[in-house]
């Protein structure tokens, strides 16, 4: 059995997890709003449960907006990721979520901490099969350490 053909794959911000992250911060708002409205008064739990969804509202935009933009690309033996403005590194790549049109990865790389990305269909739709037959097909023996391996 062979292996995908090599493929390089844009990595960026990705409109599937943005939606999530409105969804979830419009059911909070819709939660609140209706504990509010079965409350005689308001009170000061209120407020501190609005200043609460405030907070988690501003960190998942933050999150968002800071969230890890370069390349990821499958050369037939390795996962190599290039992030923007920084050295190529190889890591070793889990699947978290598949929706079809959009993959959360994990990426890791010896001795540091796991790296979240998202790929996006929308991004390069000529590429997203074979980068999706790159993450779910076959692969060789995982080494994320290959004394080797030399950035392209």
């Known amino acids: 059995m062979h292996s995908a053909p090599a493929v390089t794959y844009p990595v960026g911000r990705c409109r599937f997890h943005a939606g999530l992250l409105a969804g979830l911060l419009v059911l909070g708002a819709g939660v609140l709003v209706a504990w509010v409205q079965h409350d005689d008064a308001i009170a000061m739990r209120h407020a501190a449960a ?3 969804w405030l907070v988690c509202a501003l960190a998942a935009v933050r999150l968002w907006w800071r969230f890890p933009t370069g390349s990821l ?17 190889p890591v070793a790549l889990s699947m978290t979520l598949d929706s079809q049109t959009a993959l959360l990865l994990r990426l890791q790389a010896d001795g540091a901490p796991s790296l979240w990305v998202w790929l996006e269909q929308r991004r390069a739709p000529g590429r997203w099969l074979p980068c999706r037959r790159a993450v779910f097909g076959p692969k060789p023996p995982a080494t994320v350490t290959d004394p080797g391996w030399v950035a392209p």
């Open 50 to 52: 609005g200043l609460l």
């Open 73 to 89: 690309t499958w050369d037939g033996q390795l996962w190599i990721w290039a992030g923007e403005g920084g050295e190529p590194y």
